[in-house]
């Protein structure tokens, strides 16, 4: 099993979806799902496929206050593939909307949802080296094309890793981790701009770590706080978080999560 992910649905029940590797250690191309409704595991089930039929990688989902379930992942030739549900028949893959291409990208992208029905859509395209956002203000029926949110903070740097969050009051923070061209690693730092307008203007990436940092994830509480959290390289590297008060003009200085080593 790898890529677990956790999804808590508005009518109480807990949804799991994963991803599994074959026996030759390449990813079986399909989704995977559980769910705990009324106390009760489901048996587990493929609910998921790629069109293309290749594999499935950088899975994300996500549920809404609607009822739905939204999954992002990455099939063959850096399509980026969206689903979606009524999350009470999330066990049940002719359920799922059909597979379609929202974007073409690298491996891990973001996918977070708002109170008014708007899903959002971060990711690094694999074409053009940026990092873009697209918004659906239907609940993923139609999307309103990408915008560029930020060019790479780095001459040579690439991005992936794009988590993206929104606040109660309409702020969106997305953070990506920046990686050298051509070698990719060591990765170069952990970036994270802020839009007050829904997208429409962003502040300018700020580096929240230099060097040797990656795999970065974002989230906001109900009072407005930004908490950002990553990872050092394998090895002995560490996690850390940092908050932001001010919707991403400031940040703290970074607490340490988990010690190296």
């Known amino acids: 099993v790898t890529n677990p992910l956790v999804a808590a649905d508005v009518y109480g029940a807990v949804h799991v979806f994963w991803l599994e590797y074959d026996e030759d250690e390449t990813i079986t191309p399909a989704v995977f799902h559980t769910e705990l409704r009324d106390g009760i595991w489901s048996a587990p089930g493929t609910v998921l496929t790629s069109p293309d039929g290749g594999t499935m990688v950088g899975l994300e989902v996500v ?48 996918i977070t949802t708002d109170g008014q029905g708007k899903v959002y859509l971060a990711y690094s395209s694999s074409t053009e080296n940026g990092i873009f956002l697209n918004i659906s203000a239907d609940g993923g029926e139609n999307w309103g094309g990408p915008k560029l949110v930020s060019e790479p903070f780095n001459a040579r740097g690439g991005i992936n890793y794009t988590p993206v969050a929104v606040g109660m009051n309409g702020m969106i923070t997305i953070a990506w981790t920046e990686f050298q061209y051509p070698e990719a690693w060591p990765p170069l730092g952990v970036y994270v701009p802020s839009s007050v307008n829904g997208g429409v203007t962003w502040s300018q990436p700020y580096e929240i770590a230099r060097g040797g940092y990656d795999q970065v994830h974002v989230t906001i509480d109900q009072q407005g706080k930004v908490y950002l959290t990553w990872n050092g390289m394998a090895g002995g590297g560490g996690r850390y978080v940092s908050t932001s008060e001010d919707n991403g003009r400031t940040w703290s200085q970074p607490s340490t999560l988990v010690a190296d080593g």
């Open 63 to 110: 549920s809404d206050p609607q009822g739905k379930i939204h999954a992002i992942w990455q099939g063959q030739n850096g399509n980026l593939y969206y689903s979606c549900v009524d999350s009470p028949e999330a066990a049940d893959p002719r359920a799922w909307s059909a597979p379609r291409v929202v974007a073409d990208a690298f491996s891990f992208n973001g």
